[in-house]
């Protein structure tokens, strides 16, 4: 229990020391912090503060320490799984303000970065200097890297470059106690002890707030072309994901996107063919245009050579052909959002191989459960998007049946709750499924010796 007192106090110590500018109870602001992306129920913070440096953050959580006060962090509420909904109540601490680029070295090819930078600002700044951020959430334009840290997300480059995790060098972090956690390094390589930046990336703001990220950058592409090829069937676009791969091509993205998924976007993001019932959205970059035309070449001759031949394929060569196809794919879950009054959108990932039959068994636990399903994602590396629509109700026991079939299924495919989104709120409830119970006190050790009284981001996880 949160004592008014000690909000009241909270509220009146923070104003004295940095004025009442980052500081709101409005209620239209409460309501904001209450919910993200995730169908998570909404819970209402009692304080909001938005701290604008680090010192700010520390007093922040000394003070939420002294007077047992839940923490949460947020950044832009992008979330899936409901991580920055301050289940508890307490104080939000919004990371926005923290949003300057620190400084971008071509010499190092490092970012050094605030919490509350935009993940699509940092990269549009890294290439004006010839450098490329790769971890791409479809969420760029709208996401920090603060959240993409505290979740360790993806997005479609994941398949060739990696995840957030791959371009964390160090970070800062503030502690529970008020002290500053400085890990990693600034070089490339370096093992000096246990990996604490990694323990910090997907901990979903539950060991420390970040408050600044050094970052791996590489040498930008210089060639870039994407192609949206639709199939008749689910399965052809399944089979021609493992001739692409089988064959050795290495796209830079391979996204899949099935009927429903198409059916949200088309007319309106991207014209389809009107017998699509799948489409794989292939991005190939390289260090020239003569290298992008062979692997171009490849894809085309490939598919039909391995009976996957696409009922349509579209080239995009130049950044506005390929941006308009991107925007087909990134506007999806936004789409169908649109389209049912709820659903659920799960993130689920399998071994690759194990593609054509989870799509299979998802369709089925639709079907079973009366519920329409639609399913996109990056095929490459096994991630898929899983949404369950549906129109009464919050959350139907239908859709939380589905949702129950949907995780054992993937488990028993050898595959994982989340791909990319986290636990949080929406998916601690099947993380025993995953995580044995040894494996589990371990995670409660190492939050109780961060944050002995579990004040920050409690009941999130585990
Ligand atoms: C349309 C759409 C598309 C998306 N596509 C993708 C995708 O392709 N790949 C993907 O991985 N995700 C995707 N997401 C999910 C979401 O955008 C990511 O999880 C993103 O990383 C969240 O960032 P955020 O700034 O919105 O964080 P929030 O949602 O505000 O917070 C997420 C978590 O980060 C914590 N947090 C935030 N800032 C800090 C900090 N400074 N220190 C410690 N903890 C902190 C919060 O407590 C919370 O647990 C998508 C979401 C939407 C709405």
Redesign the pocket.
Known sequence: MIFPDALGQLESELAEKFGADGLSRAPDVLAEFAA??SHASPVSPQLVFRPASEEQVQCALTLCSRLKIPV?????????SG??VPAAGGLSLG?ERMNRILEISPGDMTAVVE?GVITGKLMEEAEKQGLFYPPD???LR???I??????N????RAFKYGVTRDYVLGLR?VLMDGSVLVTGHRSIKGVAGYDLTGLFVGS??TL????QATLQLLPLPRAAAAALLTFRSLDDAADAVTAILLGGMLPRTLELMDDEAIRAVNGQDAEFPPNAAAALLVELDGNDEAELAKQLDELSCRLPAMNCAPASLEIARDDAARERLWQAR?SV??ALKSQARFKVSEDIAVPRSRIPEAIRCIKAIGRENGLTSAVYGHAGDGNLHVNFLYGDSRLTPAAERAIDALMRRTLSLGGTITG???V?LTKRAFLPLEIDARGIALHRQLKAALDPQGLL?PG?IF
């Open positions: 993200d992306e949460t962090p947020a950044g832009a509420r992008t979330g899936k991580g920055c990371m919490p959430p479809a969420s709208e996401c920090t603060g959240g993409n840290i505290a979740e997300a993806g997005g479609p972090a979903e703001g420390g707030v970040v408050t990134r879950s936004r990319e989104h986290g949080g981001n999130k």
